[in-house]
């Protein structure tokens, strides 16, 4: 991914200042490793996806819901496909508007987005529960491909 700025950001949320949306310190960022730039906000229940999709950046907003009732239980990632023993995983849903009126959608992701760091194993959580084989250009080309999928059913693409 390029290397982006607050303001390239902010300007993909329109009427949305550096503190609601809670943005990380983008000079510590290695963007060499990112599919995407993905960041909760510091509140914890909305979470925020810049993408660059062809030469154009495309962003999201979502809530995020984390499951915090019941016993831990096995879940995989939507996007990268890490496989959790416990809470690794949270609802990030997002407002479409449907045929007959609104609708959420949502996807169980990696809590913190940083499906990135983990197809490359550059994160220092446990290990994936079930580990794969396949070569990281093709997890790569499977996250973006998800993540554009995701935006596809949001309309963020058009």
Known sequence: MR???AQDIKSLYR???HSELGLPDLSSVDWGVLDYLGWV???GHTAY???EVGMELKAIRLRRALATEGPPRTQMCSW???VYRGRGTALFTTTVLGSDGRRNI???LCRNLDCSLRIRNLTSDPPTYLPESLHVRNKIYRLQAAVLTFMARANVLN
Request: hydrophobic share 40%; net charge neutral.
């Open 49 to 51: 996806v810049v993408m």
């Open 3 to 5: 290397p982006l700025i």
């Open 41 to 43: 906000h510091p509140s």
């Open 106 to 108: 949502g996807n169980y």
């Open 15 to 17: 009427a949305a200042t």
């Open 80 to 82: 990268c496909h890490h």
